[in-house]
Structures are given as C-alpha cells and as structure tokens.
C-alpha cells in the first residue's frame, strides 16, 4: 500500500510502531541489565536477547530507510509553518543517525573480543576483533550516551504529536495511524503535481462557468 498525499503507507506504520516498541524495550532492558551480577540469572541471558532484538532494529532500520527512499512521503499539512516542517525533517534526521550510531557502537562492544553476535541462535553475525584500543569500553560509554540522546529525542517527537493531536488537533498523529486522513489539508508548497491538477480543474470550472 503506497503512501498517499495525506495518510503514511501501511508498511510504513507499521514499521515506526514495531521499531519504536523495540527502541524502548531494548533502553529498559539495557539500563536494567548493566547492574546484573554474575550470579543472576539473567547476566548471560539478557545480552544475548539485547543483542539479538539491537541486530533485528538495525535490519528494520534499513528496511524503514529504504520505504522512505523509494516511496512518497505525505505532503506537510497547511497548518505547519514552514520552521514546524524544517524542525519535523531535522528531528527525523536526528532519530535515524543516532539509532546507525548506537548500532554501530553496538556490534564494536560486542565484537571486541573477536566473537560473532548470536542473534536468537538463528545465525551468528561475524565480529572482527578490535579496530581501536580499549574499543568495548569506549564504544560502550558513547552507545549509553547515544541511547539516552535517543530516548530523550523520541519522547520529545512524542510530546510534539501529542500536542499536534490534542491541542493544535491535526492530523499529524493521525497519519501515522490506521485512521482516515482525506480531509487533511495539505500545504500547497509540497503537493508537486497535485497543484497543477487543482490549477486545471480549477481553470476549466472558471471556462465552463463564463
């Protein structure tokens, strides 16, 4: 189901919810899981389905970056000024470079010791060793750092579309869910060709009319 001028394809939705309950589990179980002692019973276990939901996030990353490359994204509506919209597209950047980031950070800390990464004892993704000294701790410091900037940037997308939903009362969150969006205006700067076609229509009815 392809993206329409007012509502975000299924696929894509679908895609924003499954990653955004990962994004939040895998933060609840990573800040849980650093205080784990070696005789519990979670110490192995925790990583290990870390590691393998963080492997799952990253092949929906690239899936949710690929439908944003090849499929039209809904036109801004009217209502957003031109620095809502530049603030939307700068926050949306923000969240997909520091989820790359903290993947990245990710598989350093994991593969330092040149083991692979188990993924629900599905396959194992190959490790390569160290690149840099001390790589598992300084990779480690900048993923916790990285993940609180990324919980902290998705709960401020998060007040923003609620915002827009209860007290602007658009359609932003709408969009982003599986309700009916057609009466959403658009802002006619972003349309493309739909402008054109409402310029024809709209020049035709004036010709009928004289």
Do not use: C
């Amino acid at each position: 189901m392809q993206s329409t001028e007012n509502s975000y394809s299924a696929v894509s939705k679908l895609l924003h919810w499954l990653m955004a309950l990962m994004i939040f589990g895998l933060f609840g179980v990573g800040f849980w899981m650093v205080d784990l002692t070696y005789y519990s019973a979670w110490y192995k276990t925790a990583p290990h389905y870390h590691k393998s939901v963080g492997i799952l996030l990253a092949v929906l990353l690239l899936v949710r970056l690929a439908v944003l490359f090849k499929k039209r994204k809904p036109a801004p509506l009217a209502s957003h000024s031109k620095t809502v919209q530049r603030a939307s597209k700068l926050t949306h950047r923000l969240l997909y470079l520091l989820l790359f980031l903290i993947v990245v950070t990710g598989y350093l800390i994991s593969t330092a010791d040149n083991r692979g990464i188990e993924v629900f004892n599905w396959l194992v993704v190959p490790g390569f060793g160290e690149f840099f000294d001390q790589q598992a701790d300084r990779a480690g410091l900048l993923h916790q750092w990285l993940a609180y900037g990324l919980i902290a940037l998705v709960v401020l997308h998060a007040m923003g579309a609620l915002k827009h939903h209860f007290i602007d009362k658009d359609a932003t969150l709408k969009r982003m869910w599986w309700s009916k969006t057609n009466n959403a205006p658009v802002s006619n700067d972003m349309t493309g060709s739909n402008n054109v076609t409402r310029s024809t229509d709209s020049t035709n009815s004036t010709e009928e009319n004289s």
